[in-house]
């Protein structure tokens, strides 16, 4: 007798938030536009399809003519939408509240433009944890679809995985679909052929079972060598034509269709998990290491299939652990909602939510085969958001003093009309965060250098790996990637004191490699706030065996410059010899855009990703985004100033990614017994 499967293709469509608009248009235009016009010219072919809300809205804005192929599609029942989060976060690290509200505003706006309500939804990054249960069958959703992976995991087999099952949580339902990665490796990479073979395989009499594909609709085109693959060479015509060739063996279904025709294999209750790949890029680098050696010897020894579903790797929240950058956005995005909730205007709270919502975008916060976190206009698109939220509903002259990160220690948090300062008296009175509240910037958006486990594969640079996925290639966008590849002793923060043996030579700060006796990062300060006269006075003190530090931080109500003094007083009979820098990480984005450059009386323009040592009394930053900062020194100082560039991996292959500048400023002090030393040191941001 003929044997029967059917096959669900779903395509899943995201533009971080904060991507620019020349990116999403070649998405566009190499992915989304042929796509679409593909499926259009097939309508015996029925698939699914998931949009990010934030891909909505330019789509909506900047190609209306999409939405009206969509919505035909739509009106002829050849596609069915799902939802997720509007703008994509990952819903385990937002709070519950604002899961169900995101899901519900995608529900709704695919009501309001297609005219579907939506019965399933797409999980950001695949990122499951158990509770989602209830907070999804709370919004509407009926199913969900989540890796293959997950199901193995939990003790099935291969043959188990051509349905979908229940999962529930405190008594709510909700159905699961597995994504076979199987199919994520062969389409479209392989020869269609391949695929119908699969398929074949797992086929029944019965004629019950269901293949499902779901993945990025931007490997049919925008992921490196796909365009050609696709659609010069015809690989998605063949792919339908195989398929309509073995139309008694496969039959096309859209998702809930097939849930309406078959009941669920069974009761199940999945860990938490997310794709394969994902799992293993949270690890820390030699954790992953040791699990690739691991891989590998299982494979080599012919025994990787049998073990792969218990080889799991690590666990997603845990690149809040692996990056405190990471943690940082998040945690602020808590403080805000929080603040959100006190509000008592409820036009201006909706407002405050729209921004929040988009500041939990999920991209920028973590790291793996993407950019993600080590792209700053990310980073800076959800500080934008945050900040955007939190000036529709502050007004108050105010700080808190609590564990903001959540390590265990108290951080400080100053807010006054123009600026938001984060400091860190545990790591040595040190600024974490710096936002110009004008502009809705985080001036110190700056991302620390790291050993990352891929760093490994630097010496397997490919010249050409073509045909192959972005999880197997070896390419870099540039020659020599290793002769910029330096690591810093911790994380990078700004009004760090470094006490050198000798003067600092600017090829060592930038490798971080000087020679230090004392760096104030890995100390505690004590401190004290006092408000007077519509300022703030943040006051930071730490003595050493020779002398005591302290850094005081002046910051108005409602003006845009802050004030730092620093004194140094000899507490020894004898004289001392110092040699003393404090230093600023900053982030304006464009290395070396001729609108985006560094100045000084000395130095009329320089990149920002410029190199240099000066002795002077001012410098500034000029940007093209319309935000200036002056810093002027009360006495000729030696300012050292240096890119912050780290070597991370993107689907296009290893790239230098500028995150900042370090201004390293130095002095050699002198001091006879209780002499003091001082200096005055103003920033303006305009």
């Known amino acids: 007798m003929q044997k029967k499967i059917y096959f669900s293709l779903g395509l899943h469509n995201h533009q971080p938030v904060g991507n620019f608009d020349f990116v999403i248009e070649r998405a566009y235009q190499m992915c989304y536009k042929p796509l679409i016009e593909f499926f259009y010219n097939y309508p015996k072919f029925p698939f699914n399809i998931h949009f990010s809300g934030y891909l909505l809205l330019w789509l909506e804005n900047n190609h ?25 976060p990952i819903l385990p690290i937002i709070p519950d509240k604002d899961k169900i509200l995101q899901i519900k505003k995608l529900n709704d706006y695919i009501y309001n433009k297609f005219g ?20 999804m069958a709370e919004s509407g959703i009926e199913y969900v679809i989540v890796d293959d992976a997950h199901f193995l995991s939990v003790g099935l087999n291969e043959d188990d995985l051509f349905g979908y099952y229940l999962m529930e949580e405190e008594g709510y339902k909700l159905a699961v679909f597995p994504i076979s990665m199987k199919l994520r490796y062969l389409i479209p990479f392989a020869d269609p052929q391949e695929t119908v073979e699969y398929l074949d395989k797992y086929a029944t009499v019965e004629g019950d079972r269901i293949a499902l594909l779901f993945d990025d609709g931007e490997k049919f085109g925008l992921w490196p060598d796909t365009y050609k693959t696709v659609y010069e060479e015809n690989w998605l015509e063949r792919f339908f034509e195989k398929l309509e060739e073995n139309f008694l063996l496969v039959t096309p279904v859209n998702l809930y269709e097939y849930m309406k025709k078959y009941p669920p294999k069974g009761r199940i209750y999945l860990p938490t998990a997310s794709y394969r790949e994902m799992m293993e890029w949270v690890l820390f680098p030699d954790a992953r290491l040791n699990l690739e050696r691991l891989v590998e010897k299982l494979k080599n020894e012919g025994t990787w299939e049998i073990y792969a579903p218990f080889i799991k790797g690590g666990f997603w929240r845990n690149f809040l652990s692996k990056y405190d950058e990471s943690n940082h956005m998040q945690k602020k995005m808590l403080y805000v909602r929080k603040k959100i909730d006190l509000s008592n205007n409820d036009e201006l709270k909706n407002k405050a939510l729209e921004e929040l919502w988009q500041g939990q975008a999920n991209d920028a916060y973590w790291h793996g085969i993407f950019g993600g976190l080590y792209l700053p206009h990310l980073r800076s698109a959800i500080y934008e958001h945050l900040i ?31 600026f938001n300062l984060y400091f860190s008296p545990s790591y040595g009175g040190s600024l974490i965060e710096w936002d110009f509240k004008n502009k809705s910037f985080n001036l110190t958006n700056v991302l620390t250098r790291r050993r990352e486990a891929y760093h490994e594969k630097l010496h397997k640079i490919e010249e050409d790996a073509s045909g192959k996925s972005i999880h197997e290639r070896w390419t870099a966008k540039e020659k020599r990637l290793d002769q910029v590849l330096f690591y810093d002793r911790h994380r990078r923060v700004s009004f760090i004191e470094k006490f050198y043996e000798k003067e600092p030579a600017i090829d060592l700060l930038l490798k971080d490699n000087e020679n230090l006796i004392i760096d104030t990062f890995y100390e505690k300060f004590d401190y004290d706030i006092k408000e007077e006269n519509s300022r703030f006075f943040c006051s930071f003190k730490k003595g050493f065996s020779d002398f005591e530090l302290y850094k005081i931080f002046l910051i108005p109500k409602d003006r845009n410059e802050i004030k730092v003094y620093y004194r140094i007083i000899n507490l020894k009979d004898g004289n001392i010899s110092l040699n003393f820098s404090w230093e600023i990480n900053l982030n304006f984005l464009a290395p070396n855009h001729p609108d985006f450059y560094y100045f000084s009386a000395k130095n009329e323009k320089a990149p920002l990703n410029s190199m240099g040592v000066e002795s002077i009394n001012r410098w500034g930053i000029s940007s093209g985004i319309g935000i200036n900062l002056d810093c002027y020194l009360d006495m000729e100082t030696k300012v050292y100033r240096y890119p912050i560039e780290t070597v991370s991996l993107s689907e296009e292959g290893f790239e230098r990614v500028y995150q900042g500048s370090d201004f390293v400023h130095f002095y050699h002090i002198n001091l006879g017994p209780n002499q003091i030393w001082e200096t005055c040191v103003k920033f303006i941001v305009y």
């Open 64 to 88: 209306p003519e999409y939405f009206q192929i969509l919505k035909a599609l739509s009106e002829r029942k050849q596609v069915e939408i799902l939802s997720g989060g509007f703008y994509e």
């Open 116 to 135: 579907q309500r939506p019965k399933g939804m797409w999980l950001a990054e695949r990122v499951w944890e158990p509770h989602l249960v209830k907070f």
């Open 388 to 418: 955007k939220a939190e000036n529709f509903i502050d007004g108050d002259f105010k700080y808190n003093i609590f564990d903001f990160d959540c390590d265990g220690k108290d951080e400080i948090i100053i807010e006054s009309s123009v």
